[in-house]
């Protein structure tokens, strides 16, 4: 496939999702009728070009490389230097520095507080059911700032 048509698949895509969020948004009918399933990776410690969809000339990423090939790629998100900041700029949807979150590591006492809204939980009050797998890393002093105090479903 060209570079050109992917584009162009790939903004069709988008714009697919978009146009069924923002009419699940209007009509609770139309959302139940419309309402785009999708899956987030996530994944620390890999580079750009690690899967042999992005052209890892060793890697074999088959399973990744078809989903990918099936669906929507976003590829462009500014990531933080480590986990917690990444973390944190996906499910609240705004820069690292913008958000507090105090010490996160062992024996810290940081959180997502709870005036703060998660992905998970504006995606729960839209009627999807969320997961979350593998690790945390923003709050876990009380089970209020797990992810199941924080719109997931499981973990």
């Not at 139940?32 to 620390?44: H, Q, R, T």
């Not at 590591?105 to 703060?116: A, F, P, Q, R, V």
Request: charged letters at 20%.
């Amino acid at each position: 496939m060209s570079k050109r048509s992917s584009h162009s698949r790939a903004f069709s895509s988008l714009r697919a999702f978009i146009a069924s969020l923002l009419l699940s948004t209007l009509n609770p009918q139309v959302a139940a009728a419309v309402k785009p399933k999708f899956i987030i990776l996530f994944s620390d410690d890999m580079d750009y070009g690690n899967l042999s969809c992005l052209g890892h000339p060793t890697s074999n990423t088959a399973h990744l490389d078809n989903m990918a090939s099936e669906g929507l790629r976003l590829t462009s998100f500014d990531v933080a230097p480590w986990c917690v900041p990444s973390r944190s700029q996906l499910l609240l949807g705004r820069y690292s520095a913008r958000t507090t979150l105090g010490r996160m590591g062992s024996g810290g006492k940081g959180e997502i507080t709870d005036d703060e809204v998660t992905l998970a939980q504006s995606l729960k009050k839209a009627g999807y059911r969320t997961v979350m797998v593998g690790k945390w890393h923003l709050g876990y002093q009380q089970v209020k700032y797990l992810p199941v105090g924080k719109g997931f479903d499981y973990w």
